[in-house]
């Protein structure tokens, strides 16, 4: 097998993306990509796409490559079953391990947040610092920690999860705000109020009207009082989960994800709201835009299997 080449696949409710990249001088360098769509509910299709794909770009490389996969929700550390996969077809089967056998090869799945992550720390917006934290705010919210670029994952798997971290009662009171379920069976999570979905969310139950972010974004710059209190407390409840981040990793950067990280407000103003929910003394790390955005899943995944396979 040619450990120089690496295929990064990312698996996402529509479609399935693969990268193929060679391994050059440390860098990958791109040389193959092709998408199709993701069979969301056939999983003997879902296996057959992801092998189709892997074999054309085995021919397009020249070489077997190494394969990671980003993939939402996380794997049962004990069954090696997946959990909250936003392919119904793949909740609850072994996926890693079926498409190792399928594929005769090694495979390495890791949580799409965290393959953002990763590809932000290696040639993204963070790349060169000590340490840094890619946080997902898409429909959504989730991430990853690395450290020297090297993503760190923990006991479970899960580090980075902070969408699911709980905001707390009196912030929520602040706010008149009820503390809501989250599907993962936690009640007041993060993800329901400063994902994209979630200001959506907060729109609604402030106002009463339904709106899309970025529509409340034009709409409070014409003056629309309603539009720009939403705004407001997003704001506040997305600068205290961060400053949550902060206080427990401590990262040289925050690089945002997903559809609200093209919110240039966010990072005009988070740096001083996130301060307000920071004792004296605590700096605030930079707060960027990513790098490759959407187009970093697969590079992500790609830069996963090589980390897990060295």
Known sequence: MNARAFHGIDIGGSKIELVGFVAHDG??????????????DDY??????????VAEADAALGAQGIVGI????????????????NVPALNGRTVAQNLRDRLGRPVFIGNDCQCFALSEAQGGAADGLTSMFGAILGTGAGGGYCVGGRLLTGYNGIAGEWGHWSL??????????PVLDCPCGLRGCLERYVSGSGLSGLHQRLSGEAAEPAALVARAATGDAAAQRTLDVHLDLL???LAMLVLAYDPHALVLGGGLSKLAHLYEQLPAAMS?????GVRVPPVLPPKFGDAG????????????SS
């Open 276 to 280: 307000r929910h920071l004792f004296h």
């Open 70 to 85: 980003g993939l939402p929700g996380i794997i049962d550390g004990q069954t090696g079953r997946q959990i909250s996969s």
């Open 239 to 241: 600068a205290q989960g």
């Open 44 to 53: 003997a299709a879902f296996e057959q796409a992801v092998a189709d794909l």
């Open 168 to 177: 707390p009662a009196t912030l929520l009171q602040k706010h008149g705000l």
């Open 27 to 40: 860098e990958l360098i791109e040389q193959h990509r092709r998408r199709t769509l993701t069979p969301r």
């Open 297 to 308: 899943g697969a590079r992500g995944a790609a830069l996963l299997a090589r980390q897990l």
